[in-house]
């Protein structure tokens, strides 16, 4: 592993535009890919897993699923739920920052990290946070790293914080329309009942609960709907997470809107698929960038091209300038060349 | 305008400022009472909840809007005066010290909850409201604001935001960063920025989470936007009782490792219960070595079935005695014990100081065991409360500041507390930040390069390093000076330099 690292650093070292990819399984994220590939799946292994102290230390080549698969051995999981599309790695899960189905009770993937090891743009290898659920020392680069799509450093290593798996677990069915799902969703998120994750689609919303095992008899007790079969279901949510589901399927420009999850139906063409309690809305179309975008915030949110379409508009919703600026000092500061995946996020850096 | 450029290397020197015309020109912006320039008034802001540390400062700014804090901000760059950012004041680690050439930048009158949306659960709130304001407000619709930290009755969410602030419930519940959805702040350009949103995400590098935890480095907070949660309906403690620290240390692991997660989970060692116990006759068991408090919460059925899981759980990890609270009445005695450690610290000691930070769980037995050695190499006397179910210790060392050399024993102690929670795999700082205080013991958990990696995390908001200076990430003079730097990779900064 020494000798990987001795490779990376000699490759970061040239200076030259690098593109990170480790399952490769992303490809289709995010701005345009440019620069020299940069394997870096080899550098893989769980490095620590201590179920009792609910954290896993993994190398960013690790595929996904051999983390996962460690985990459920010991009755815990990812319970963000973060999307491997395939072949995806720890280093590209985390560097993507995207989370799943039970991500609006459960937290997102930035909220379960709780350290990094990075290299940066001069070849460096730095550590920020650890392994301990409460630390505050310095300032949370960790979250930083999260969903920065590999613009800042070369992400090594990463320590998630673990749960336990659920013992109770079910998933109900209800019909009806959008905007009484959206209300439904709203109102009982406000109540203490196990909520685990919800999706909505085509006049009918599949809710999952999950928790102790008498806190989900009763709350299937309290809701009502119709039972979902238990294979069924996981299968349902795993299409979900995955983007297996046949929502997802053909070349259609496929665009992710994250909003408020009281907004109300949003006026634009197209069947939604909406997830999160209401907070993130899918919708297939070829609608205008513009239109999108301003749908979006008019709502309160943000809307990104998730998957195909016209990139020329950009992928992710433009930034206020001086955020923009601040976002360029983070890059110069981490990645003074230009070396990691220059253009990814925005095509000023 | 003198043109400073923030450096990782030393601190700046800020003796070239023009006071006078920057007094003047915050007396022109403020209303006369938003301004403290006489010794009188401003000397109630020397230090913050960690009294140890005290300067008075140039001036405190308390500004009632936006605008104002924009106005303030502007005027102490133009003239290059640094700005120290204040909450309530209820910090413990002198994070909001003020600067001997700067200016206070209090928001303790911001503190208006703006809005309260029962459909969306969140409230939008002023940087100046209290944390426990927030619970308050919301309970009339049965929802609470999670992240409780034992000064919750007095601290701000401006404070919690800037530290990160945590309490007895973050197993479960998350500390600040995890119920905070939108941070809107003023840059030290006087640009009025928003981290986050409404939404659960926001485009671009994650900078809410940047931003919390960032001790008044980066940006000034001037409204929140916090989640609410619903109030679950029950609650119930055990309090189990355990011969031998490790014993009670190996029952946290069990419970945790039985798929347990607690809504709280904390431990007190024997001369902790036994100091708190007159205080509030909460009948714990003092024979006990150690004695963990575990609670449940949700519905009744699922307290039940949890609370049985917890009870055959610790009973076969050993717990020499048990007993679960068996009303509201009895479940709030069984915490009021370990709330009232630090004014029970207060009762038998005339000074203590209370250290903070996290270690791995299953270090927890032996860093007790290394504490009581301190215990005899300082000639000191130490109790101990712990968040077991996050790792984070709250050692507090007792001490007489009018007892020359106990002060200085006392912070040797508490380094060493500190050097050995980064050796065990932990960090100097759970919840209650670096700030002034721990600034040195920061070179013994990050190298250098680290170090500069943070140095250029704030030049990215604070190029000329106006907010919040010399606190909560060390210059690297600080660290050779301090003879501290943790030594990475053979890399050692100023070479040159002689070291202690």
Known sequence: ?349 | MTQREHSAEAAQDFADTDYSALLAALARLLPADSLLQVNEDVKPYECDGLSAYRQVPMAVALPETEAQVVAVIKACRAAGAPLVPRGAGTGLSAGALPHPQGVVLSLAKMKRILHVDPVARVAVVQPGVRNLAISEAAAPLGLYYAPDPSSQIACSIGGNVAENSGGVHCLKYGLTLHNVLRVRAVLITGEIVEFGNHALDAPGYDLLALTIGSEGLLAIVTEVTVKLVPKPDHAQVIIASFADVMTAGDAVAAVIAAGIIPAGLEMMDKPAAAAVEPYVKAGYDLTAAAILLCESDGTAEEVAEEIGRMQAVLEASGATKIRVSQSEAERLLFWAGRKAAFPAAGRISPDYYCMDGTIPRKRLGEMLMAIYDMEKKYRLRCINVFHAGDGNMHPLILYDANVPGELERTEAFGAEILRLSVQLGGTITGEHGVGYEKINSMCDQFCADEIRAFHGVKRAFDPEGLLNPEKAIPTLYRCAESGRMHVHGGDIPFPELERL
């Open chain 1, 1 to 349: 592993m020494e000798g990987l690292l001795e490779e990376f650093r000699s490759r970061i070292l040239e200076r030259k535009p690098l593109r990170l990819k480790g399952g490769g399984s992303k490809d289709f994220y995010g701005g345009p890919l440019a620069g020299a590939v940069l394997e870096i799946g080899g550098y893989s292994g769980i490095v620590g897993y201590e179920p009792t102290e609910l954290v896993v230390t993994a190398r960013c080549g690790t595929p996904l699923a051999e983390l996962e698969s460690a985990l459920a051995a010991r009755r815990q999981f990812l319970a963000c739920e973060p999307p491997g599309f395939g072949a995806g790695t720890v280093g590209g899960v985390v560097a993507a920052g995207l989370s799943g189905p039970r991500r609006a009770t459960a937290g997102s993937l930035r909220d379960f990290v709780l350290g990094v090891k990075i290299m940066d743009g001069e070849g460096r290898v730095l550590k920020f946070g650890g392994e301990v659920i409460k630390n505050v020392a310095g300032f949370d680069v960790s979250r930083l790293m999260t969903g920065s799509l590999g613009t800042l450093g070369l992400i090594l290593e990463v320590s998630l914080k673990v749960m336990p798996l659920p013992l109770g677990d079910a998933t109900l069915r209800f019909e009806l329309p959008q905007d009484k799902a959206l209300d439904a969703m709203n109102r009982w998120a406000g109540q203490p009942l196990p909520l685990a994750a919800s999706c909505w689609q085509d006049g009918v919303l599949t809710l999952r609960l999950s928790g102790a095992q008498a806190a989900v008899t009763a709350a299937r007790g309290k809701l009502g709907g119709d039972v979902f079969a238990a294979t069924e279901a996981g299968a349902f949510w795993q299409s979900l997470r995955e983007q297996t589901a046949e929502y997802f399927a053909g070349d259609a420009p496929l665009w992710r809107l994250s909003v408020p999850s009281v907004a109300p139906p949003l006026e634009l063409p197209g069947a939604p698929l909406i997830e999160w309690g209401g907070a993130l809305r899918w919708l297939r179309t070829d609608a205008d960038v513009e239109q999108m975008r301003q749908t979006a915030a008019r709502a309160g949110g943000h809307a990104t091209l998730f998957r195909g379409g016209d990139k020329t508009g950009g992928v992710f919703a433009p930034l206020q300038p001086a955020l923009m600026e601040v976002h360029r000092r983070l890059k110069q500061s981490f990645d003074p060349y230009g070396v990691f995946n220059s253009g990814r996020m925005y095509s000023e850096f």
